[in-house]
């Protein structure tokens, strides 16, 4: 065996669990870091062969699969804060990943499933090989007494130098490690021993009474917009993107002799994971994790939803993502639920749920808030329009009647909206167009219905993907309150809270978005 091909093994496996990521793309590169591992390993490796003998290919074998179990651990490490803005845990994430696979199965061409499957095994049966061949290069080379004897030199000042370097700000900080994959995992471990122990306690739920007087019978909408985050006017490239789209929103407001105001909370998540944030606004408790959610779920709290029940109102889900039973549904209390099914849209399909926000509105508006003699109505409706991969993004149909029918748009604007397809380097664009289809359609409701006496409540639930909204960015989102001008005392209320006027806000964010829900009671 050559010392050329020792060290291709040894640059190979070190090189293997200290990549980086190129952000922000699911790519990786090599940035000059250590392993502290690999050096335990070639120290374990020469060990064994003093004590036991030369490792067998059955060691060889099971200590490949363990290392190719950190490169993934790696990978996913500096991935996920990439292109997801956030750390992934485990024992939560990974049970969601069998839901998102149907979902993209269902929305992709069956060839493209069948070459994504190829591809996964392809990969990881090539990862198996290449990390096999490097621990036999180096158990081959450790039975030699001269290498070996270099070896345990280098390995053995790798494990010092690390541990110096952890102990002391004096030892200096060349060569630079990078963090131990498994101290992730044992991290991992603990977390989800702590999610399965379940041991946290919640805290109590705020006051949610209030006699919604300053609203007097309105009908009120929350409306979560899917990926509406702080970078649309923070950026200044998508500020001014979106420049044309908020005008036209304020000019519907305008119009319609509506006011709107408008601040910034902070979100419990990032990125993904939108029931998170449904669950924090509406029960005024903060959910940061699965859970947290999956425990507050099997409690009995009141929410927002039960607080307007009180007062008489006809409350409402309207999810047009929703294709599977929804038992949270029970938690919150919902008078009717209209999922997907139920929404019955006949129309041509956009992105993993077909259908689009600008639809849901309308048969929102002839299935709930049609009709003079009812109860006022509180309807919660998270859109799914701006949702990753945010195209093909549907085209704005002006005509909202026609939203209902079998060809809600002109064969043409169809076309055009299908020829889009995701830059997965740069999702920037896309996104920007989809959260412009969004605002618009907004403002076209509004025209719609001039003369309905409507609160709407216009949040967004995250920011985008850290791979669209960037590195380091806060959690913040926006959220819009319009109402009619003459409810003055209402605005009053959200001035004094820290709201702006108009469709733009600005400065810091008023706080945790659960707190928002006691300000928002109040103002009612």
Known sequence: ??????????????ASVTFENVWPTPAVTWTGGLSVELAAAVLLLIVWKLLVGPPSQA???????????????????????????RQISLYWDLQYVPDVAAMLAEAAAPWLVVAVVLGVVIALTLLYLAVRWGFSTLTSAITHSVPRVSLAGVALAVVVLFAGQHL????????????????????????????????????????????????????????????YGRVTLDNPAFRARLEASRTALARAVQKTDRTAMSAFVESPTFGGSSWLAHLSLMSGIEVKTPGTYARLMAEKRETVVTAFARNGYRTVAIMPGLWYPWPEGAFYGFDEIYGADRLGYRGPQFGWWGLSDQFTLARLDEQVLAGERRAPAFIFFPTVSTHTPFVPTPPYQRDWARMLTEKPYDLPDVERAFEQ????????PSYLEAVSYSLTTIAGYLEHEPGRDLVLIVIGDHQPPALVAGEGQPWDVPVHVIARSTRSAFFDELRAAGFQAGVTPGGPSLGKMSALLSTLLGAF
Request: hydrophobic share 55%; proline share 8%; aromatic share 10%.
């Open 421 to 428: 397809q995701p830059d997965w380097l740069d999702l920037g």
């Open 1 to 14: 065996m050559s010392g050329l091909s020792l060290a291709a093994a040894l640059f190979f496996l070190n």
């Open 168 to 227: 002391s700000a004096q030892v200096p900080r060349w060569p630079p490690f990078t963090s131990p994959v498994t101290a992730g995992l044992v991290e991992q471990a603990q977390l989800s021993f702590d999610a399965v122990a379940g041991t946290a306690s919640l805290p109590a739920s705020p006051p949610l009474a209030s006699g919604l007087s300053r609203i007097a019978g309105a009908d009120v909408v929350l409306l979560f917009l899917e990926s």
């Open 59 to 85: 060691v060889i074998r099971v200590l490949a699969v363990l290392w190719a179990v950190l490169v993934l651990g790696r990978y996913a490490e500096v991935t996920a804060p990439a292109l997801y803005g």
